[in-house]
């Protein structure tokens, strides 16, 4: 025996190692093996036991796990100095068993107002890719917005959801009208379009130009399905956005660029909606992590709220279940905030819920 005696929780800890290691040889364990490629390879790691994660961030940690470094980075992170900034007030003794998120956007009825917003070339992150996202989000009940640089044919993902997705294009990209015309025919209800998605030389988004707004009027003109206009930033845009045709908006920020800078989609969000004035639903995307996140967007008069990077963590870990666990979390964390404030429906949620702090 070593002259150094283990102490109990040393002990304890290796048999800890040891359960974890039989645990890693299950579907789960094994995923965090081989995944990535090129000099940045992941080293070998286990990961931890899906139904032990209590949050979405943990879903990150368990990403890094299974990723190389460069694919890893593009779905690291979060700007939460918005978030951090607006608390959420709380209402005692009100009953809240008859909770009931349900929403209604343009013609279909949602269990809750989670979407999963659209990310190109999911392949990246997991061998199934979008088709896994799919498959997850449908088991979560929640809709999938499915980008035009899927790396699964649209056809295949729209046959693996109950749920008809929406499908978006770039209004810098020349052949978005065809590629949205082909969506709908192969049975996408909603299209969604994003501007300002150049970069400047500066590294930051670009300026919506009108050449955007053409791309908007015409696919409004072409598409027969209701439209929404991502990438708003102000509440100009947003109202030039609704003359173009545009049925929805989404407020939020083109997460190709660098603009670390850009005040949140969070913050803005309030400006935006009472611009909008209730003509069209206001969408929301940008760092969202929490269920206090979603209900803060909701509070602030958001329809609902679109999800990506967290999704992209399940995708990483644990494919479809990873996706649906990620969603069932945020679920289910709406519900409880919702709870605590006194609320159990989406349509008596206002501006009393929350309290936005100068700092902080």
Same mark, same amino acid.
């Given at each position: 025996?070593?002259?150094?005696?283990?102490?109990?929780?040393?002990?304890?800890?290796?048999?800890?190692?040891?359960?974890?290691?039989?645990?890693?040889?299950?579907?789960?364990?094994?995923?965090?093996?081989?995944?990535?490629?090129?000099?940045?390879?992941?080293?070998?790691?286990?990961?931890?036991?899906?139904?032990?994660?209590?949050?979405?961030?943990?879903?990150?940690?368990?990403?890094?796990?299974?990723?190389?470094?460069?694919?890893?980075?593009?779905?690291?992170?979060?700007?939460?100095?918005?978030?951090?900034?607006?608390?959420?007030?709380?209402?005692?003794?009100?009953?809240?068993?008859?909770?009931?998120?349900?929403?209604?956007?343009?013609?279909?009825?949602?269990?809750?107002?989670?979407?999963?917003?659209?990310?190109?070339?999911?392949?990246?992150?997991?061998?199934?890719?979008?088709?896994? #996202?799919?498959?997850?989000?449908? +088991?979560?009940?929640?809709? &999938?917005?499915?980008?035009? =640089? /899927?790396?699964? $044919?649209? *056809? %295949?993902?729209?046959?693996?959801?109950?749920?008809?997705?929406?499908?978006?294009?770039?209004?810098?990209?020349?052949?978005?009208?065809?590629?949205?015309?082909?969506?709908?025919?192969?049975?996408?209800?909603?299209?969604?379009?994003?501007?300002?998605?150049?970069?400047?030389?500066?590294?930051?988004?670009?300026?919506?130009?009108?050449?955007?707004?053409?791309?908007?009027?015409?696919?409004?003109?072409?598409?027969?399905?209701?439209?929404?206009?991502?990438?708003?930033?102000?509440?100009?845009?947003?109202? #030039?956005?609704?003359?173009?045709? +545009?049925?929805?908006?989404? &407020?939020?920020?083109?997460? =190709? /660029?660098?603009? $670390?800078? *850009? %005040?949140?989609?969070?913050?803005?969000?309030?400006?935006?909606?009472?611009?909008?004035?209730?003509?069209?639903?206001?969408?929301?995307?940008?760092?969202?992590?929490?269920?206090?996140?979603?209900?803060?967007?909701?509070?602030?008069?958001?329809?609902?709220?679109?999800?990506?990077?967290?999704?992209?963590?399940?995708?990483?870990?644990?494919?479809?279940?990873?996706?649906?666990?990620?969603?069932?979390?945020?679920?289910?964390?709406?519900?409880?905030?919702?709870?605590?404030?006194?609320?159990?429906?989406?349509?008596?949620?206002?501006?009393?819920?929350?309290?936005?702090?100068?700092?902080?």
């Amino acid at each position: 025996m070593s002259a150094r005696q283990f102490t109990r929780r040393e002990a304890l800890g290796r048999v800890g190692a040891a359960v974890a290691g039989q645990r890693g040889a299950s579907s789960e364990g094994q995923a965090a093996r081989g995944r990535g490629a090129g000099s940045d390879q992941p080293a070998l790691a286990r990961l931890s036991p899906r139904g032990d994660l209590v949050s979405t961030l943990e879903f990150e940690d368990e990403a890094r796990k299974t990723l190389a470094a460069s694919a890893f980075k593009e779905i690291a992170g979060s700007h939460r100095a918005g978030f951090d900034r607006i608390t959420l007030r709380p209402r005692m003794c009100v009953p809240v068993l008859d909770m009931n998120l349900s929403q209604s956007l343009f013609g279909e009825t949602h269990f809750a107002p989670i979407a999963v917003a659209p990310i190109e070339n999911q392949r990246r992150f997991h061998p199934d890719a979008e088709l896994a #996202t799919v498959k997850g989000a449908t +088991a979560a009940r929640a809709a &999938v917005v499915v980008s035009s =640089g /899927s790396s699964v $044919a649209l *056809a %295949e993902l729209v046959a693996a959801t109950k749920t008809p997705p929406w499908y978006q294009v770039f209004a810098s990209d020349p052949a978005a009208s065809a590629k949205l015309r082909l969506a709908v025919d192969a049975g996408c209800r909603v299209g969604c379009v994003t501007v300002g998605a150049s970069t400047s030389a500066a590294g930051g988004p670009a300026a919506v130009t009108a050449a955007d707004w053409t791309v908007v009027g015409a696919l409004v003109r072409s598409a027969n399905v209701p439209v929404v206009v991502k990438g708003i930033t102000t509440p100009a845009a947003a109202t #030039t956005a609704i003359a173009r045709g +545009a049925q929805g908006v989404i &407020v939020s920020t083109y997460t =190709g /660029s660098t603009a $670390a800078s *850009a %005040e949140s989609p969070i913050l803005t969000l309030p400006a935006i909606v009472d611009a909008v004035g209730g003509k069209v639903p206001v969408l929301v995307d940008g760092s969202f992590r929490r269920g206090s996140d979603i209900l803060k967007a909701l509070a602030f008069g958001a329809r609902a709220v679109l999800v990506g990077r967290p999704v992209m963590w399940g995708l990483a870990a644990y494919g479809a279940d990873g996706v649906q666990s990620v969603i069932e979390m945020l679920q289910t964390e709406l519900a409880r905030y919702m709870g605590m404030c006194g609320k159990t429906r989406l349509a008596v949620l206002d501006r009393t819920v929350v309290q936005v702090h100068r700092h902080a």
